[in-house]
């Protein structure tokens, strides 16, 4: 049944006229004797209806048809005059009418519960409004002051745990709330099936005025079902004035929920820049563990959700230890995972490691980079990956089957730009030098896990073999038994015109034989006969230079040689290979296929 809609076949005629708030109609229908306590379809009756419309008169020529048929005695005793006020709906049986009221010398006080009067003010409706409720809930004062000074029951709570008080408090009606909290209206207790007290509901709503008032009579640290306090509400809903009335109050800034999450965490989440400068600035404290699982911190949840000035704030104050720690999670973390390429950039800037920590063990995760290449879907890698790989980031194994088992070859274009191949004399050790030619020298670590890769991963070879060269990486590194037997035609091709090929090992020339026997390799012409001296020259100049200067710098064009033979120092002159374009598997099928089929092989 809809109980909002009230049915004209339904309703009183003394319910509608007080509906309306015609007292001169209400009159006249309860002169003719007509029932008052007639309910609609909702359990309304006339006096809900009166109350609800703000209807002052109408209430009380409610109230008075239902107590005005009353029979006075006076009597008088050695200390003072009374009066007995009979009423005849509280009697007991029809001729013996119940003590309802008893008048000491002008002032009227209960003596006897009353029955009928009471019940009736006190009446409710199938949703558990009674007359008050239904007052308070519109804002009409005057009719919440009849109506308790009718007896009316300042506590009573509706089906769904509401009050007097609750209601005039999520209406916003000052007055109201002023008079029931001035009449004792019980202030602490919980509403709702979340518990929430009156000051809950009052910061909610940002009723602040309110909220001035409920602070002088509640108890600040009143919590919820979640264990969540008022001034946790104000912090979670940006409601600033009510934060600062409660903490000028004494509530505690660093309450903690059920789940361990502070104000200034919730604050930095929803990104109420106000509100965490104010916490800060009133002692909050952005170092204390906000989960369960994990120590996760405000300026987790800031960069989580890019809030780029809270996250700037609480960079400031936050101790490091969560950058590096093997206990803790970097905030680089939740960045990336929740692609905030500009918490990213902001974190990286204000010093965070783009490597941070190992957090295996805490979230299943190896590093910020290994998060952003997994989360790369759509596009070849995402803002967070340049970031992180400019900043300097250590590229694992993993990392480089993302850039090497691909026919894309976006991100080890991106990785060959931010990064320096170092020269041979420098792969026994790790690199001293950490920067060059503004780009990070790739660590010794790092190059063997591309060598490991890249040989594990011949069927590639034609995009990333090409890449590699023109990069500087030394020929050699890769002309291994590996790649002579599993490379194509092509790829062996452009890879030994990097090389003196007539000076390769015995076993490297055997498999070459072999291939050409088994026609699996058809070589290029010249590859039979000893390499031509413009070659050899070549060689040479690659060997005194570097193959990292010849092939990424201008140094070329500063030798003393005709311009037209640049290109060819630079090798230019050798024919790019082409991909044999098979649609290759899912990129996380090859990395689940390489981790259980790849050889470690090592070439340093």
Same mark, same amino acid.
């Given at each position: 049944?809809?109980?909002t809609?009230?049915?004209?076949?339904?309703?009183?005629?003394?319910?509608?006229?007080?509906?309306?708030?015609?007292?001169?109609?209400?009159?006249?229908?309860?002169?003719?004797?007509?029932?008052?306590?007639?309910?609609?379809?909702?359990?309304?009756?006339?006096?809900?209806?009166?109350?609800?419309?703000?209807?002052?008169?109408?209430?009380?020529?409610?109230?008075?048809?239902v107590?005005?048929?009353?029979?006075?005695?006076?009597?008088?005793?050695?200390?003072?005059?009374?009066?007995?006020?009979?009423?005849?709906?509280?009697?007991?049986?029809?001729?013996?009418?119940?003590?309802?009221?008893?008048?000491?010398?002008?002032?009227?006080?209960a003596?006897?519960?009353?029955?009928?009067?009471?019940?009736?003010?006190?009446? &409710? #409706?199938?949703?558990?409004?009674?007359a008050? @409720?239904? !007052?308070?809930?519109? /804002? %009409?004062?005057? *009719? $919440?002051? +009849? =109506?308790?000074?009718?007896h009316?029951?300042?506590?009573? &709570? #509706?089906?769904?745990l509401?009050?007097?008080? @609750?209601? !005039?408090?999520?209406? /916003? %009606?000052?007055? *109201? $709330?002023? +008079? =029931?909290?001035?009449?004792?209206?019980?202030?602490?207790?919980?509403?709702?099936?979340?518990?929430?007290?009156?000051?809950?509901?009052?910061?909610?709503?940002g009723?602040?005025?309110?909220?001035?008032?409920?602070?002088?009579?509640?108890?600040?640290?009143a919590?919820?079902?979640?264990?969540?306090?008022?001034?946790?509400?104000?912090?979670?809903?940006?409601?600033?004035?009510?934060?600062?009335i409660?903490?000028?109050?004494?509530?505690?800034?660093?309450?903690?929920?059920?789940?361990?999450?502070?104000?200034?965490?919730?604050a930095?989440?929803?990104?109420?820049?106000?509100?965490?400068?104010?916490?800060?600035?009133h002692?909050?404290?952005?170092?204390?563990?906000?989960?369960?699982?994990?120590?996760?911190?405000?300026?987790?949840?800031?960069?989580?959700?890019?809030?780029?000035?809270?996250?700037?704030?609480?960079?400031?104050?936050?101790?490091?230890?969560?950058?590096?720690?093997?206990?803790?999670?970097?905030?680089?973390?939740?960045?990336?995972?929740?692609?905030?390429?500009?918490?990213?950039?902001?974190?990286?800037?204000?010093?965070y490691?783009?490597?941070?920590?190992d957090?295996?063990n805490?979230?299943?995760?190896?590093?910020?980079?290994?998060?952003?290449?997994?989360h790369?879907?759509?596009?070849?890698?995402?803002?967070?990956?340049?970031?992180?790989?400019?900043?300097?980031?250590?590229?694992?194994?993993?990392?480089?089957?993302?850039a090497?088992?691909t026919?894309?070859?976006?991100?080890?274009?991106?990785?060959?730009k931010?990064?320096?191949?170092?020269?041979?004399?420098?792969?026994?050790?790790d690199?001293?030098?950490?920067?060059?030619?503004?780009?990070?020298?790739?660590?010794?670590q790092?190059?063997?896990?591309?060598?490991?890769?890249?040989?594990?991963?011949?069927?590639?070879?034609?995009c990333?073999?090409?890449l590699?060269?023109?990069?500087?990486?030394?020929?050699?590194?890769?002309?291994?038994?590996?790649?002579?037997?599993?490379?194509?035609?092509?790829v062996?091709?452009?890879?030994?015109?990097?090389?003196?090929?007539?000076?390769?090992?015995?076993?490297?020339?055997?498999?070459?034989d072999?291939?050409?026997a088994e026609?699996?390799?058809?070589?290029?012409?010249?590859?039979?006969?000893?390499?031509?001296?413009?070659?050899?020259?070549?060689?040479?100049?690659?060997?005194?230079?570097?193959?990292?200067?010849?092939?990424?710098?201008n140094l070329?064009?500063?030798?003393?040689?005709?311009?037209?033979?640049?290109?060819?120092?630079k090798?230019?002159?050798?024919?790019d290979?082409?991909?044999?374009?098979?649609?290759?598997s899912?990129?996380?099928?090859?990395?689940?296929?390489y981790?259980?089929t790849h050889?470690?092989?090592?070439?340093?």
């Open positions: 049944m809809d109980f809609e009230c049915y004209g076949d339904t309703v009183s005629g003394v319910a509608a006229a007080a509906r309306s708030g015609c007292r001169k109609r209400v009159r006249r229908l309860l002169k003719r004797g007509c029932s008052v306590d007639c309910r609609d379809n909702r359990g309304w009756n006339a006096l809900h209806e009166a109350a609800a419309a703000g209807s002052k008169e109408c209430v009380q020529d409610i109230l008075s048809a107590g005005g048929r009353t029979r006075k005695e006076s009597h008088t005793n050695e200390d003072c005059t009374f009066v007995l006020i009979f009423c005849p709906l509280c009697c007991v049986s029809d001729d013996k009418p119940h003590i309802c009221l008893i008048e000491f010398t002008g002032l009227l006080t003596a006897v519960q009353p029955r009928g009067c009471h019940a009736f003010v006190n009446s &409710l #409706t199938h949703e558990g409004e009674s008050c @409720y239904l !007052a308070a809930q519109r /804002g %009409h004062l005057a *009719v $919440v002051q +009849l =109506l308790l000074k009718s009316a029951n300042i506590n009573q &709570l #509706t089906n769904d509401s009050c007097p008080l @609750y209601a !005039a408090v999520d209406g /916003g %009606h000052k007055e *109201v $709330v002023e +008079l =029931l909290v001035r009449k004792e209206a019980e202030v602490n207790r919980t509403h709702t099936a979340s518990c929430w007290t009156c000051l809950h509901q009052a910061v909610y709503k009723h602040s005025e309110i909220v001035r008032i409920l602070v002088n009579v509640c108890n600040l640290e919590v919820d079902d979640h264990r969540i306090s008022p001034l946790f509400v104000a912090a979670q809903y940006g409601q600033q004035e009510c934060l600062e409660l903490v000028k109050a004494g509530a505690n800034v660093n309450t903690q929920a059920a789940d361990l999450a502070t104000p200034l965490l919730i930095s989440q929803e990104g109420h820049q106000a509100c965490v400068d104010f916490l800060l600035d002692g909050a404290d952005p170092n204390i563990a906000c989960s369960t699982e994990w120590p996760q911190f405000p300026i987790h949840a800031a960069a989580e959700f890019g809030h780029i000035g809270i996250l700037r704030r609480l960079t400031a104050v936050t101790d490091r230890a969560c950058n590096r720690s093997n206990d803790m999670v970097s905030p680089l973390y939740v960045a990336v995972h929740g692609h905030q390429s500009k918490s990213v950039e902001l974190l990286l800037r204000e010093g490691s783009p490597d941070a920590q957090c295996t805490i979230l299943g995760l190896r590093s910020p980079l290994s998060v952003a290449l997994c790369t879907s759509i596009k070849p890698y995402s803002e967070s990956v340049r970031l992180l790989i400019a900043a300097g980031a250590t590229l694992s194994e993993e990392d480089w089957i993302y090497l088992s026919d894309k070859t976006d991100l080890l274009q991106l990785i060959l931010h990064r320096w191949i170092p020269r041979p004399e420098s792969l026994t050790r690199c001293s030098v950490p920067h060059h030619q503004g780009k990070t020298v790739l660590k010794l790092e190059l063997r896990d591309l060598l490991c890769v890249a040989l594990n991963q011949v069927h590639f070879a034609a990333w073999l090409p590699l060269m023109e990069a500087g990486m030394e020929p050699s590194l890769l002309v291994q038994a590996h790649m002579l037997e599993q490379a194509d035609t092509e062996l091709n452009y890879l030994l015109e990097f090389v003196n090929w007539s000076t390769l090992s015995a076993p490297l020339k055997h498999i070459l072999r291939r050409q026609k699996t390799w058809e070589p290029r012409p010249h590859f039979g006969s000893i390499p031509f001296l413009y070659h050899m020259c070549r060689l040479q100049i690659r060997s005194v230079l570097g193959p990292d200067l010849l092939m990424t710098t070329v064009h500063q030798l003393p040689v005709p311009p037209s033979l640049h290109n060819f120092l090798f230019r002159d050798i024919p290979v082409s991909f044999p374009h098979s649609p290759p899912p990129l996380s099928n090859r990395i689940q296929g981790r259980s050889q470690h092989i090592y070439v340093l």
